[in-house]
């Protein structure tokens, strides 16, 4: 799944249904939606589908890497709050992200 970001809109464009997927093609206004492309971002920045040279797409993925991995919600956009506002659920959500961050990597 590659979720895009343009201009205002954050749509998901499924390979396969990724848990998140419904939420990011239904992601409303507001709050919500900036949410939504918090976490669209994430994925963009480890599949490293987000502009930029090669030496950013790594920068990118591996703070990508870290907010998706850090646990606890200590901050109101943290992984876990997000996904937590967006009724998804952190783990399912962390495994599945970290596997098309793998995927991504055996495939270049």
Partial sequence: MHAQVSGSS???APETEEPWASVLRDRG?????????????????????????????????VQARRW???????????????????????RLVRRRLLGLAREFERGR
């Avoid at 206004?29 to 950013?56: F, N, Q, Y």
């Fill in 10 to 12: 954050c749509q998901a």
């Fill in 68 to 90: 998706v991995l850090k646990r606890g919600e200590d901050w109101p956009y943290s992984f876990e709050n997000v996904c937590a506002a967006l009724g998804l659920h952190p």
């Fill in 29 to 61: 206004s507001g709050e919500r939606a900036l949410l939504c492309a918090v976490l669209a971002d994430a994925v963009r920045c480890l599949t490293h589908t987000i502009g930029g040279g090669p030496k950013d797409q790594a920068r990118l993925a």
